[in-house]
C-alpha cells in the first residue's frame, strides 16, 4: 500500500485550487455568496466522484453540502470531514486582502478560518483516491453555512449527522502551536435592547431619555464581569438613525465564554440579571445560540490525539491537544461525546482580521496528516 505521507503534495497546486475558493466570498449572513461557494465546493466534491447532496438551507442561511466519498462502504458510519465554508469577512473585503502569495505566506479572507484547512483535507482525499489507496472507514464531507454566527440553522444536522460516524475531524486552524484542539469552552450570544423615549435632539432634548445613553453605561457594566475563567464582550451596536432624534431603540450583542458549564451558567445568571423594566428606559436581555462545554480527555478524542501526534512524528513536528476558547462544530460533537480531532487545520495567524494569512508550508504538512489519519483510523 502507498505510504499516504508520500503521495504527491504540491503547495502551488494547492495555492491554485484554493484561489477560486477565496475569491468566491461568503459571509454568513449573505445567503446568496455562501450558495456561490456551495457551488465551488459541490463541484470540486463531484470532480472526485462523490455522491454530493445539497441541503437547503434555514432561517434566510445558506445550504449545506453533504459528499459521500468513493468506498465500498460509502453510506456506512466512518470519517466525518466537518467544516463550514461561512466567513465573517463583508463582500467586497477582497478589495482590501486580496488573495495573494508573498513568499511563505499566503493571504486571503476566510484563508485561515477556515477554506485553507478544508481544502487540504479534501485535496487528501484527492490524493489518495488518485494512488488508488482504500481508506479502512469510509469518508464523508459535511460543508455548512452559519458557524460563525453559532450555528443556529444547521446544529441538528451536524449531530445528525456526526452520531453516524466513528470519528469526526474538524479542519480548524491550528492552535498558535500547531497543536490540535480536544476540548473547547462553552459560548453564550445575547442580544439586548435598550428602549428609551424620542424627542427632537434640538428642540426638545430635555424631554428624550437616549436608550443609545443606556446601553453605553451597560456596556462597561457587562465587560467588567469579565474574569479569567468567564469572559463578557459586547461586539454588535446598533441605534439611531437621525442624529436629531434621541434614540429610542439600542440593539446589542453580547458573547460570553466560559471553562465550564457551571461558569456558563452563572454568566447566563449575571445577564439575564439586567433585564429592566423600571426607570426612564428599560433594558431588555435575551438568551441567543449556546456552545455546550466539550469536555478534554475523553478516551476516543485521545485516542484520536495520540495517532495524530505519532503521524506528526514522522512528518516531522510535534503536536499539543488542549482546550481552547473560541467555539467551533467540535463543541457539538466533542458535547456528545462522539470521539472529535478540532483545529488539525493549516497554520496562520490574523483570522477574522485585514491580515488574515496561512503559512505556505503548512499546506503539505496538514495534507500529509489528513491523508495518514483517513487511512489510519479505524485500520
Not at 60 to 87: C, E, F, N, W, Y
Not at 135 to 146: E, K, N, Q
Not at 213 to 233: H, L, N, W, Y
Amino acid at each position: 500500500m502507498t505510504n499516504p505521507l508520500d503521495l504527491p503534495f504540491d503547495a502551488d497546486e494547492m495555492i491554485a485550487g484554493l484561489k477560486p475558493w477565496i475569491e468566491t466570498e461568503s459571509p454568513t449572513f449573505d445567503a446568496a455568496a455562501v450558495n456561490r461557494m456551495m457551488d465551488v465546493v459541490q463541484h470540486d466534491l463531484a470532480a472526485l466522484g462523490a455522491r454530493v447532496e445539497r441541503i437547503p438551507g434555514r432561517m434566510g442561511l445558506g445550504d449545506s453540502v453533504r459528499a459521500t466519498m468513493p468506498h465500498p462502504k460509502a453510506g456506512q458510519g466512518g470519517i466525518l470531514l466537518l467544516g463550514h465554508m461561512d466567513t465573517v469577512h463583508p463582500i467586497g473585503t477582497l478589495k482590501q486582502l486580496p488573495f495573494k502569495r508573498e513568499g511563505g505566506i499566503c493571504y486571503g479572507p476566510g484563508l485561515m478560518d477556515m477554506k485553507g484547512g478544508n481544502y487540504v483535507f479534501l485535496d487528501a482525499l484527492r490524493k489518495l483516491l488518485a494512488a488508488g489507496v482504500e481508506t479502512p472507514l469510509p469518508v464523508t464531507v459535511l460543508f455548512t453555512p452559519d458557524e460563525e454566527i453559532g450555528t443556529p440553522s444547521t446544529r441538528e444536522l451536524i449531530e445528525t449527522e456526526a452520531k453516524r460516524h466513528k470519528y469526526i475531524l474538524v479542519p480548524e486552524p491550528a492552535r498558535p502551536d500547531g497543536g490540535a484542539v480536544i476540548g473547547r469552552y462553552a459560548i453564550a450570544r445575547f442580544n439586548l435592547q435598550t428602549r428609551g423615549k424620542p424627542s427632537h435632539a434640538g428642540w426638545a432634548l430635555g424631554e428624550g431619555r437616549s436608550a443609545i445613553a443606556e446601553m453605553a453605561k451597560s456596556v462597561a457594566v457587562i465587560e467588567g464581569m469579565t474574569t479569567d475563567d468567564c469572559t463578557f464582550s459586547l461586539g454588535v451596536f446598533h441605534a439611531g438613525q437621525w442624529v436629531n432624534c434621541v434614540s429610542s431603540f439600542c440593539d446589542a450583542e453580547v458573547l460570553s465564554m466560559a471553562k465550564t458549564q457551571e461558569l456558563l451558567d452563572e454568566g447566563v445568571a449575571k445577564m439575564l440579571a439586567l433585564n429592566s423594566d423600571s426607570g426612564d428606559v428599560i433594558m431588555k436581555v435575551k438568551r441567543g445560540v449556546t456552545r455546550p462545554v466539550w469536555e478534554p480527555n475523553q478516551p476516543g478524542t485521545m485516542a484520536m490525539l495520540k495517532l495524530a501526534q505519532e503521524i506528526a512524528g514522522e512528518i516531522g513536528f510535534e503536536m499539543s491537544g488542549a482546550s481552547a476558547g473560541g467555539g467551533s462544530d467540535g463543541n457539538f460533537t466533542g458535547f456528545l461525546g462522539l470521539p472529535t480531532l478540532d483545529s488539525i487545520g493549516v497554520r496562520g495567524k490574523g483570522l477574522h482580521t485585514l491580515t488574515e494569512h496561512i503559512e505556505v508550508d503548512s499546506l503539505i504538512e496538514r495534507a500529509k496528516l489528513a491523508a495518514a489519519l483517513y487511512c489510519r483510523l479505524g485500520a
